[in-house]
């Protein structure tokens, strides 16, 4: 009998055969099949599209013709629809203790919002809770600034972090870092008296013990001198803007709200960043302006309690527009807009943040009239995606390093589907049809709290 001799590769092929197949190379993976794809890259939208998911993260993403789905995948047929990267919120405040704060997860991850940077209002204990929900599929991926800076009687002083000298500064900063503070936030802003802002040396010791330590500073700010001396700090992330939104003289239209040519080009040299924050601003009257809007049960399910109590009694509200100074609110507010148009224009990055948490900004759903309030603006859509996607995933720990934000291989499967185009209309973002965390589809009948 003649002897067998076959390849070692032979053999094992022959071997294979005699026991489990190996798995396709589409097990374990879904294909969405069909949609029209916003990557948030920078690139054209695709008109029919194949994004692949496994193990949490995005396989591929691309034209259909060219990012075929694997053998073996389930798929799911989105056709007609759009995905785009899940939100990113800069300026989030989390509230009381732990089931609320799930709550607020909750209402996050319903509206697409999986990430979140709570900047500057979070306890030891806050703080705790944000870190160990890290890597959960059912609440949004989380960073922190634990508590934030201020100056005894200064603006946001009563529970913060108020040094008076630059060693206490260093020390306090470095106890916030040992908590698992991602950023060190400052409120940098107007105040009743000159003297009780941070003084520019304590900011300055703030912000170089910060960077010592592996943490972002962060600055919230209405005054253009001070962008410039926390810039030449070695600050880059900014809140708010150089126009007055808050502390004395808020509300009130500046004479000369434009961000000069020297600054813009002091940021755009040093790489610094806004993230603006207009819903703060408006909703002081928005709401009591167009209280229609307050029938939405989503909307009224995510909204502050009591704000909503006062918003839905028209004495209330009509204290507000029949103010004499409400006009002025309003011509504020479109310099505020009218900031960011000129930042973004210019070439300097604009994030989106919408202070979640204060009373007449919900959770959730306000990123998405961010985003629509940036199209007002005179952004373009894909541009307000951008914004409340890709930036401002770039900024977050490590810089430049983000494994979200955008659609694309390697990245985290973090997505929401669309029944409606965002580029004909920003607010078809509240069309949503389903939200996938990580790789997960959330439970959004689940997670809608109760109105």
Known sequence: MKRLHLPAAGLALVLAGCGEAPAPDGAGALAL?????????????????????????????????????PDGAETLDVTGKTIIPGLVNLHVHYREGPEEIERQFRSQLYF???????????????????????????APRTYTAGLGFSYPGGFNAAG??????????????????????????????????????????????????????????VAHIDDEADGRQLIEAGLRDFLHSTVLTFGPGAGVPVEDPDPSAEFIQMSLDNDAYFTPTLSIVQNRWHFAEHPELLEDPALRAVF????????????????????????????????????????????????AGNDAGTPNVPFGWGMHHEMALYVEAGLTPMDAIVAATATGAGRMPPVGGADFGTLEADKAADLIVLNADPLADIRNTLEIDRVMRLGEWVDRSGFMPAP
């Open 304 to 351: 502050n309690p009591d704000a909503l109590a006062r918003l839905d009694d028209p004495a209330s509200r009509a204290e507000i527009v029949d103010d004499p100074g409400f006009e002025d609110r309003k011509a504020a507010f479109r310099q505020v807009q009218d900031f960011v148009k000129t930042m973004h224009d210019a070439g300097v990055a604009v994030a």
């Open 112 to 138: 697409g919002v999986t990430t979140a940077r709570s900047i500057g209002s979070d306890s030891p204990e806050r703080v705790a809770h944000l870190l160990a929900s890290a890597g959960r599929a059912d």
């Open 33 to 69: 099949v069909g949609a029209q794809l916003i990557d948030a890259t920078g690139a054209p939208p695709v008109a029919d599209s194949v994004v692949v998911v496994r193990d949490g993260r995005i396989v591929s993403a691309g034209p259909r013709d060219a990012t075929p789905a």
């Open 160 to 217: 913060r972090n108020a040094p008076t000298t630059e060693e206490e500064a260093r020390a306090l900063v470095r106890d916030q870092i040992a908590l698992g503070a991602h950023f060190i936030k400052m409120w940098v802003n107007a105040v009743a008296e000159p003297g009780l802002k941070i003084p520019p040396e304590i900011r300055a010791a703030i912000i170089d013990e910060a960077v010592r330590n592996g943490a972002v500073p």
